[in-house]
Every structure is written in structure tokens, then in C-alpha cells.
């Protein structure tokens, strides 16, 4: 079972910024995304961003102009700069890896993800 190793997080004010970072699985692919996903109290978990392993970037609109996703593919870490935090942003964060594997069969694709990690914002 393979479970990605998430850090950062914590508690921050209202406007302040936090940083998520998150270490991929060893696996070999050939393709994948790397994204964060939230769930706050009463709320069904969501995207909050992903980058793939082709540079495509996507954001929730919730959150566009204020977080930044990066990844060092060479390392398979995934990043999440989240600056200006409101509190809405609370919710406990999750990083998620989907890998594609290309076989003669067809395609097959993994989900992995974190134990999580509480983000809680002040007003």
C-alpha cells in the first residue's frame, strides 16, 4: 500500500501564507498527475490543484490568483504556495498522485494518496 508523505500546514491569520509539500510514490510512469485536494468540515472533498507530468496546471476557481502548484519531477515532489489564506481555505489537505502505466493490455492507472494535513485560517 502505497501512501504519499505529506508536510507543512499548520495554522496562519487571514492574508498570511502556508506551504504544502508532498513526496510522490517511487513508481515508475509514464505519465502522471500530482495534485491537492481539501475537505473542510461538513464539505465533500475537492480539486484544489494539480500539475501533470505534460505541465498542464489546474487550478479551483476559489483559489486561482492566490495558490501555486509546482512540481520537481525529478525528485516526484509536489509543492502548494498558498498565499493571501481566507478562511474558507480551512479544511484538511490531501496530495494525490495518479499514475498511468501504459501496457500492451491498455492502460492502467493507480491513486495514491496522503494521510492528510490540517490547514486552519484565522480571521
Known amino acids: 500500500q502505497v501512501q504519499l508523505v505529506e508536510s507543512g500546514g499548520g495554522l496562519a491569520q487571514a492574508g498570511g501564507s502556508l506551504r504544502l509539500s508532498c513526496v510522490g510514490s517511487?513508481?515508475?510512469?509514464?505519465?502522471?498527475?500530482m495534485g491537492w485536494y481539501r475537505q473542510g468540515p461538513g464539505n465533500e472533498r475537492e480539486l484544489v490543484a494539480s500539475?501533470?507530468?505534460?505541465?498542464?496546471?489546474d487550478y479551483a476557481e476559489s483559489v486561482k490568483g492566490r495558490f501555486a502548484i509546482s512540481r520537481d519531477s525529478a525528485k516526484n515532489t509536489v509543492s502548494l504556495q498558498m498565499n493571501n489564506l481566507k478562511p474558507e481555505d480551512t479544511a484538511v489537505y490531501y496530495c494525490?498522485?495518479?499514475?498511468?502505466?501504459?501496457?500492451?493490455?491498455?492502460?492502467?492507472?493507480?491513486?495514491?494518496w496522503g494521510q492528510g494535513t490540517q490547514v486552519t485560517v484565522s480571521s
Open positions: 494525490n498522485e495518479k499514475v498511468t502505466i501504459a501496457r500492451i493490455e491498455g492502460k492502467v492507472e493507480f491513486s495514491y
Open positions: 517511487r513508481r515508475p510512469f509514464d505519465a502522471n498527475v
Open positions: 500539475i501533470g507530468s505534460n505541465g498542464v496546471i
